[in-house]
T-cell receptor, first 113, second 113 residues
Framework: AQSVTQLDSQVPVFEEAPVELRCNYS??????LFWYVQYPNQGLQLLLK??????LVKGINGFEAEFNKSQTSFHLRKPSVHISDTAEYFC???????????FGTGTRLTIIP | DADVTQTPRNRITKTGKRIMLECSQT?????MYWYRQDPGLGLRLIYY???????NKGEISDGYSVSRQAQAKFSLSLESAIPNQTALYFC????????????FGPGTRLTVL
């Protein structure tokens, strides 16, 4: 079975500061990894995904994430955040050949002006 | 127009009532999913369907049923609503073989009194 852990339920960050949102996964097979963002009162949008190849993946709005197989992590980073980045961020995992996503519990990113 | 629509967007009902939440998509995807979102718990899969004749239970299907009326329509029913089914419900779609890149609707906020 696959699982995802997002240890930080809330992360406050000053505007223009860097941020890292942590995600660790557990799976006995190879995985696909995703980050989704949920802006207030909206559905989820795909931010970025890792399928294979380069372990550093770039997404929309200046976000990037690095797949680390040895540490079973897929942390999300942005070098300089903006007020508009205020949202909840979900990490998700899917095993190869399994067309179901397992989501983490989410991290609420709050940007402080 | 939105690719994935959900109706109603908000619903308040009473314990014991039958409720149907509807999802329609214009993306031409064959995979459709229903999730519920609860604070601190992330998204949990209720049911999913890979085509009109294929319906599968997710991790929390008790108390729910679904109907895939057409490739573009996937409905979720609560036969006898109870207060702990108060949550935000999301429909999502994906194309087969798309490595689980799912597209989400705007959500239905359901309150059971």
């Amino acid at each position: 079975a696959q699982s995802v852990t997002q240890l930080d339920s809330q992360v406050p960050v000053f505007e223009e500061a860097p941020v890292e949102l942590r995600c660790n996964y557990s799976s006995s097979v190879s995985v696909y990894l995703f980050w989704y963002v949920q802006y207030p009162n909206q559905g989820l949008q795909l931010l970025l995904k890792y399928l294979s190849g380069s372990t550093l993946v770039k997404g929309i709005n200046g976000f990037e994430a690095e797949f680390n197989k040895s540490q079973t992590s897929f942390h999300l980073r942005k070098p300089s955040v903006h007020i508009s980045d205020t949202a909840e961020y979900f990490c998700a995992v899917a095993n190869f050949g399994n067309e179901k996503l397992t989501f983490g519990t989410g991290t609420r990113l709050t940007i402080i002006p | 127009d939105a690719d994935v629509t959900q109706t109603p967007r908000n619903r308040i009902t009473k314990t014991g009532k039958r409720i149907m939440l509807e999802c329609s998509q214009t993306k031409g995807h064959d995979r459709m999913y229903w999730y519920r979102q609860d604070p601190g718990l992330g998204l949990r899969l209720i049911y999913y369907s890979f085509d009109v004749k294929d319906i599968n239970k997710g991790e929390i299907s008790d108390g729910y049923s679904v109907s895939r009326q057409a490739q573009a329509k996937f409905s979720l029913s609560l036969e006898s609503a109870i207060p702990n089914q108060t949550a935000l419900y999301f429909c999502a779609t994906a194309a087969g073989g798309s490595y689980n890149e799912q597209f989400f609707g705007p959500g239905t906020r359901l309150t059971v009194l």
